[in-house]
């Protein structure tokens, strides 16, 4: 028996909606795993992105720079479970309540005050701790950049987490498949589901908070096409 792994991307589309858009089985989230799945979603037809949110895997992290050369924004949750790791259960209150001011500013500029402030309190008792916030500074403060209405949606992949854990708890109930496509069918039925649910239900994002992206964007793509008539 061989234990592997499901992988899931979901994406949110310029509607505002969102989707699953690819899943995959592998036995190890090496880089050209990562790499392979995420040329697989261009394959199918993936453009236009803007934001790749995950947690710290190398791996991932190298690939997506990679393929995609879209800006990455760390897990807060993920990031905040690691720093946390690194202290013991009765510093967790204080030194959560740290993290998450950082993640709650009003601004990206007010945010870099705050993680300096926590990195400050924490560097003589919490050093490693506090090693951690320093050097995932631009990786999880990257949600800064985008409309205020998306701070809360995009700077962690807890949207996903309800979907995994049902995939989990589904993949669990059979116990052991004989073939990765048997497993592949069952996590799509599922996702098809989800995305079915997704579909009737409200927009994750709201049309009106996703102008000023897509106004930018068109703006992007319209200086990109003056610069390429530009003669040598």
């Given amino acids: 028996m061989q234990r592997k ?13 969102r989707e699953i858009i690819g ?14 799945f995420l040329r697989g979603l261009v394959a199918r037809g993936l453009v236009g992105v803007q934001l790749v949110i995950s947690d710290a895997h190398e791996g991932l992290k190298n690939a997506i720079a990679k393929v995609l ?29 740290l993290v998450r001011a950082i993640c709650n500013a009003e601004n990206l500029a007010a945010a ?18 506090a090693g951690v916030l320093e050097a995932a500074e631009d990786d999880i403060l990257a949600f800064y950049a985008f409309p205020t209405d998306h701070w809360r949606k995009i700077r962690s992949t807890n949207p996903l987490e309800r979907f995994n854990r049902e995939i989990g708890r589904r993949t669990d109930v059979v116990g052991i498949f004989p073939d990765d496509q048997s497993l592949i069918r069952l996590a799509s039925m599922l996702a098809i589901e989800q995305n079915d649910e997704w579909l009737v239900g409200r927009r994750y994002l709201s049309a009106a908070s ?11 793509h319209n200086d990109e096409e003056v610069l390429e008539l530009q003669p040598a």
């Fill in 5 to 17: 792994c499901v992988v899931i991307a979901h994406g949110v589309h310029d509607t505002g909606r």
């Fill in 23 to 36: 899943l995959d089985v592998g036995a190890a989230e090496t880089e050209a795993f990562w790499a392979d």
């Fill in 69 to 97: 050369g879209a800006p990455w924004q760390r897990c807060t949750v993920h990031c905040l479970r690691e720093g946390l790791g690194h202290a013991r259960r009765e510093q967790h209150g204080r030194r959560a309540w």
């Fill in 112 to 129: 870099r005050d705050k993680l300096s402030e926590a990195v400050a309190a924490l560097e003589s008792k919490l050093p490693k701790v």
């Fill in 210 to 220: 996703m102008g000023p992206l897509l106004e930018e964007r068109t703006h992007r």
